[in-house]
Each structure stands twice: as C-alpha cells, then as structure tokens.
C-alpha cells in the first residue's frame, strides 16, 4: 500500500520490486535511483547507498558477508551495477586493528582495495567504513535539505532529540572517514533499537532490513524533520528577516541576466573559461531578497557535498536591480573591484588555512553570484557542473531556511571547510577526472542548426566538448535536433536571420542558457539558381537577407558579447565554391557567396586584434544530407548540366580531384580545424570540395 508524504516524494512501485526478485543488488540500485530522484533528499553527486549480502568466496568457496556500496564519484540517482564496489565486511571491519587515529585516515582508504571482493569494482569511496561498520542490510546516507538543516542548527543535538526523542542519535562534525565510522559504530552500541544517525553539520544515516524498510525509514525521518521545520517557519511568521529587496518582474530578471552574464563570465575566466547558469526560482528570491542575506551569504555552506561545488562562500553584487547594463564597460568599471576583493579574500583563506602539504591554490575566482531583485549565477568548467552548483546552492538556501527557523544557522569552521575543500584525497579525485576535450568551456551558436549541414557542424562541435545552441526558421527541426543531445549540452532558439531582432534574441537565449557565446557557424541559406534573365528582385534580396545581411547581422551582435567578455572568439562563414568559381546559372548565388567570403576578411582584418578569428569554409557538392538540395536548387543544377538530378552525387564526385562525395560531416570537420587546432588562424579559407583546381585559393 502507498503510502503518503508532504515534503518527499514516495516512487516505489511495488511491481517493479517483484520484478526485481530477491536480488538484493538490485533492490539496492532502484532503492538508490528513486532517492535521487528527489533533489530535497540528496543532489547530484551526493550521499551514498549500500547493502549487505551472502555471497561465496570464490577462493574458500566458502560463504561471506559481501557489502555493495556506491563507487567514489557516483551518484545515486543514476547508479548502476558499474557504479558500485563490493568489498569483504569482516575484512573492512578488521581494518580496526590497523587503523592508528586521525592522522591514519589517508592511508585507511588505500586499504579498502585489500578489501575488494569483487575485481570489477568501482574505487571505494571515502564512506566506505561508515556504512562497513554498522551491521544493518541496508543503508542510506543522505543530505535531505531538511536534516542538513536540523545538523546545522545551533543546539543541534537538543533539537534531534527534541524531534525525535529517543529513536534518533547524533554525532557532532567530524570530516567523513575511518574515525567517522567508528563513531558511528560507538553511537549505535550507546543507544541500540535507534533508526538512523543524524551527522552534525552534515547528514542523516538510516537503515533497515530490507531495501524498501531502509526506504521508508528514511521518508519517515524526513518527513519528521520537514514537518517540524514548516510548524516553527509557521511559527516564526517571516524567514531570512524578511524582504529587503523587491524582484524585478520575471521577463525583466531574465533579460538582465541575459544582458548581465557575459560580463560575469569574463570576470569569473579570468584563469579559466567558464560556462553559467541562471536561477531565479522563488526559493532563490525570497533568500536573496531578504534583509539576513547579509548576515548569511559569509558563513557559507555546512554540508561538505555543497561547498565542494559552491565554495565556501557567494560573491554578493551591489548593483541596483533597476541598474542599466546596456553600458558594458560602466558596468564592468563597477564590477572589477567587487571581483577582485573576491579573489584577494579568497587567497587569504587559502594561505591562512593550508597545510604543508595542501595541493596548491585552485581558481579564486567565485561560483556563485547573487544579484539581489534579478537572481542567482553559477559559472563552472561545463553546464551540468555549474548547474549543479546551483542546485547544491539552493540546497544550502533550504538549510538555511530551516535552521534560522528552528534555532540558528551555524557553518563549518573556516578550517574545517578548507581540509574538506583541499583534502588530498579529492585532489587525487580531480587528477582522476579525464582531459578536457578540445572545445570545452565553450559555446557556439550555429543557424540553420535545424538539420544539413548546420546540424552536422553543430554535432562535431558537441562532440568535441562544447556547448551549442541551434537555430533556424523552424522549431520543429530544432526540437528534434536538440533531443539528440545528451542533457546539459545544447539549447535552441527560432531565428530568422533576415531580422536583427530575432538575431538578438537568439543570442539572449544562449547568454542566459550558457553564460555568452564564443563560436558563431552561419549555417543557414538556401540555394537559387537561375540564369540572369530569370533571375528576379526577390530572388536576389531573399539571398542578399539570408546569406550576406544575415551573416553582417551575426557578426555585429556577436561581437558585442565576445568583446563583453573579454575572452576573444570564432566566427565561421559556411561560404561556397561558388564565391570563388564562375559557374552557370548562378548570378544571384554566387555573388552572394562571394560577398560573404569578401566581409569575412574584412572582419578578419578589424577583429584579429581583439583574438576574434573569422575564417570561412566553402562545401562543393554537398548533395547527400544537404537541405538545399531538396529542392528546385538540385533541379537547377542538374539542368545546367544537362544530367537527372538522381546523377548529381556521382556527377560532382567525379569531377573533383579526389573523386570524393562530399558529406555535411566533411563540412563539419572544416569547421572544428578552425575552432578546434588552427587558433592561430584568421582571414583564411578552407575549401571542402574533394578538390577543384578552379577553386584554389591560391
């Protein structure tokens, strides 16, 4: 029977669970992915989940007690069998014999590998022994907003009990580890039949005999906390002091920040490119709006798992919410200082706290901006990164909510924070993480994104590690193209090239999607092919407005936020051999091209101070996948050669040099030689055509 919450969400489907048989393992997985479902009992990355089974040693073929726990680095809400290690329990456990105190805790996780049971494990985590030494088949730890909120409030353990009477223990802060499960083990033998841990400053940890009693032990709990919360918020009448600040109205807040985020995103590159994210959800609001944001904002987080993405602490702007930003460079002249006393505290934290062996000083630029009356920013090294820095941020918000209403907020002491925040063994965890790719950090923005060619580019280049952001005339293409996507990767926006507005709107949405845009692709065209004669006005302006404008309005608007932020850019001409080559039937065509090749050296001339690269690739012959090529433009074509259009791709792969049919993917790898290896590289032209010796640049 289901059963009913207020403040979690309850998803265990019964059926699913019979289908899933007495496989422990596996209830343990669905148990871990339904928890992180849920975004208010634990974030992308946090907690941990574990179970216990009997399982036969494959070197005594005798039976032992295996525990299943997540892997270092995994998250729950997406755990699978991969993601998990399994680890002999009375090996773990006589890990207590070895183990010499604090100063041992380093060692104690290269130990756990002399525990694997099974070879294909994922590296143990740092929470291994915590759950290693309790004896419960299943547990979880999690960081429920509303627990985090009862661990982080003053008097912390009267208000465990207080909640919970005598069902619940508690332990005061200790940085997870061997000695953390000690304590833990120590808790439980103090005060047995309890049902779950509450970690001061930190976290719950609950448990049961089966997947789904684990399960429903921690709604429960959760639901207390959260019940008790919402009855003293009740209580107390107003959270955070009350408003200080009045929001600005919704298409306002977004409009700002579109304006806002390239500027930040220049600032907070100043060592390394970033990509952002935008909140303004009403949870976001009411915090930044208030009068205790102040008092709060410099304590920072509580809970290891949020500073760890957010920092210890936001950068607070004081611009009005009604400031003009249509000034960048007044703007930026207000910022600077802000930005630089940011770094500057944030190396004095560094130097007052390192140890001698910490690894060195990472980026001091901030995580997380708040703009009071507009909304919060997070700015990251990719957009799920950052995104959820800003999940995990307003997860810190919801505990700050709660605690203030029940007592106090209290935060991690500075030192503390820091021995989490550059503790060796997330360092080595940060050396672990695989190269970056050539174009991360970076966002394009490709027209005619909605298939051809423009979607073939927009593919490499999110292959390769960037964010994109496609466009075109149609939505329909562009929702279908987007949802080839993995998620965090790109973003869409309707744009009609032939107008600046619907320009500046696209650009809007990729600023406030991923912080500003580095590489522009114009993609979009179209093809007419026509002799002189039966050339007309319209045929001309509507080439003219998509081609030569289009691109001309592009690259204004572009430049505006390339030079907002500081951080230089690409901007690539899809042209045509046709600039270049005298052909038939082609007047309008061809001197369109040719005009687009002709600004983009232009440009490339103007801009080449500033590292803004402009270069141009021109396709021949891209009949296979190519929009344009669906219409009266094949027909042309093959008239003025006087074959079928069903010969064309044999007609134009013969008459290359290569005898190559020419594919969007080919045009596409054009595009990423410019963006991706030549960074040296302006005012030139890749010609994609198999080889035409009547097109050679030179």
Known sequence: MQKTFQHVNYLWDEKKAIELGDDQVALFLYRSNILGADLRITNYGGGNTSCKTIEKDPLTNEEVEVMWIKGSGGDIGTLNRAGIAGLYTERLRNLKNVYEGLHDEDRMVGLFNHCIYDLDSRAPS?????????????????????????????????VTKEIWGDTMGWVPWQRPGFDLGLQLEKCLNDNPGIRGIVLGSHGLFTWGDTSYDCYINSLEVIEKASEYIEKKI???????????????????????????????????????????????????????????????????????DHFLRTKIQPLVLTLDASEDLSDSEAVLKKLEPAFEQYRKEYAEYYENCKRDNSPAMRDPNPVIIIYPGVG?????????????????????INVMRGAEAITEYTSLPRQEAFDIEYWLLEEAKLQRM?????????????????????????????????????????????????????PDTAA?????????????????????????????????????????????????????????????ELAKEAVKIMRTQGLGGDFISIASKNG???????????????????MSRLLAAELGGEKIRVNTVNPDGVIVGSKIWEGDWAEGRAKAYGISVEELPAHYAKRNLMNEIIYPADIADGVFAFVGLLNKSTGNIINVDGGMANAFVR
């Open 126 to 158: 740092i929470d291994t022994p915590l759950h290693g030494l309790l004896p419960f088949k299943h547990i979880d730890h999690l960081h429920p907003d509303a627990l985090i909120a009862v661990a982080a409030a003053k008097d912390s353990e009267k």
């Open 234 to 304: 009740k209580e107390k009448g107003s959270v955070f002091g009350g408003q200080k600040v009045e929001s600005l109205p919704a298409d306002e807040r977004k409009d700002k920040a579109a304006q806002l985020m390239p500027l930040l995103r220049g600032l907070c590159s100043s060592e390394n490119r970033m990509i952002g994210h935008f909140s303004d959800t009403d949870v976001v609001m009411e915090y930044i709006n208030s009068n205790d944001l102040e008092r709060l904002a410099p304590m920072g987080t509580s809970c290891p």
């Open 376 to 396: 919060m920013f997070s700015f990251a090294k990719n957009k799920q990164t950052t995104r959820v820095a800003s999940e995990f941020y307003i997860n810190a």
């Open 434 to 486: 695989p190269k970056e790719q050539p174009l991360s950090r970076k966002v394009a923005l490709v027209t005619g994104g909605g298939g051809g060619i423009g979607k073939a580019i927009a593919d490499k280049l999110a292959a390769e590690g960037a964010n994109v952001v496609l466009t075109d005339i149609a939505e329909d293409r562009l929702k279908e193209g987007v949802a080839t996507y993995k």
């Open 492 to 552: 869409y926006a309707v744009c009609d090239v032939t107008k600046s507005e619907s320009i500046v709107d696209a650009y809007k949405k990729a600023c406030l999607e991923f912080g500003g845009v580095d590489i522009v692709v114009h993609s979009a065209g179209l093809a007419i092919s026509k002799p002189l004669t039966e050339t007309t006005e319209k045929d001309w302006d509507i080439l003219q407005d998509v081609l030569v404008k289009g691109q001309f």
């Open 580 to 598: 270049l080559v005298s052909g038939p039937n082609n007047v309008g065509y061809g001197t369109a091209k040719a005009a687009q090749q002709h």
